[in-house]
């Protein structure tokens, strides 16, 4: 059973930058897709960026597109979300994600595996 913890959110200012990590708990954590999906108050979550096994593939949103980085460290079992020109919009828990590989990394329901979810709020 794959476990996934989330760290690094807080409060940041509009223009600022975060940097979320997801520490993995198995060995095994090479083979997954990793992901990253966001859920606003109100709404539905939605997805935000993936990194497939090797590293060599990404996904990202529109919405985040150029701002955000998505990456990881196969040796330390942890993924990475360098949020950068952060807006209002952004404002949202984030949780990270893991699949076994599929060909659509940006579905979210193929995601077996969830972290709690961390807060990012980010004021004007």
């Known amino acids: 059973q794959l476990q996934l913890v989330e760290s690094g959110g807080g409060l940041v200012q509009a223009g600022g930058s975060l940097r979320l990590s997801c520490a993995a708990s198995?060995?095994?954590?090479?083979?997954?897709?990793m992901a990253w999906f966001r859920q606003a108050p109100g709404k539905e979550r939605d997805f935000v960026a993936a990194?497939?096994?090797?590293?060599?593939?990404?996904y990202y949103a529109d919405s985040v597109k150029g701002r955000f980085t998505i990456s990881r460290d196969n040796a330390e079992n942890t993924m990475y979300l360098q949020m950068n020109s952060l807006n209002h919009e952004d404002t949202a828990v984030y949780f990270c994600?893991?699949?076994?590989?599929?060909?659509?990394?940006?579905?979210?329901?193929?995601?077996?595996?969830w972290g709690q979810g961390t807060q990012v709020t980010v004021v004007l």
């Open positions: 990194i497939n096994y090797s590293g060599d593939y990404t």
């Open positions: 198995e060995r095994t954590f090479s083979p997954y897709t």
């Open positions: 994600a893991a699949e076994w590989p599929t060909a659509q990394p940006t579905v979210e329901s193929d995601y077996d595996y």
